[in-house]
């Protein structure tokens, strides 16, 4: 089973940048995606951006043209650039590897809090 931990979270102001990432123990290119979610206090867990094995992207609404999800596979590492960061993007934000819809695992997820 692989293991996927996170880091990048932090404190950043209104209008920063923050870059997450997610190193694998194991190929990300073994799974048929990998993606970001992100869970707001008192919220349901929702969806950021996925990228495919083929190369695919998409993103949530929200978040097209602010965040950009990119792999490096020699490295094993997913990533979530994220520019002109809003508070309502504050969140925990976690990362998945997808073999199937059944067959999946999540990181222990990074705490991203924007404020001034």
């Known amino acids: 089973q692989v293991q996927l931990v996170e880091s990048g979270g932090g404190l950043v102001q209104p209008g920063g940048s923050l870059r997450l990432s997610c190193a694998a123990s194991?190929?990300?290119?073994?799974?048929?995606?990998m993606a970001w979610y992100r869970q707001a206090a008192g919220e349901l867990r929702e969806l950021v951006a996925i990228?495919?094995?083929?190369?695919?992207?998409n993103y949530i609404e929200s978040v097209k043209g602010r965040f950009t999800i990119s792999r490096d596979s020699a490295k094993n590492t997913l990533y979530l650039q994220m520019t002109s960061l809003k508070p309502e993007d504050t969140a925990v934000y976690y990362c998945?590897?997808?073999?199937?819809?059944?067959?999946?695992?999540w990181g222990q997820g990074t705490q991203v809090t924007v404020s001034s």
């Open positions: 998945k590897a997808e073999a199937s819809f059944y067959d999946y695992v």
């Open positions: 990228i495919a094995r083929g190369g695919s992207t």
């Open positions: 194991r190929s990300i290119l073994s799974y048929n995606a």
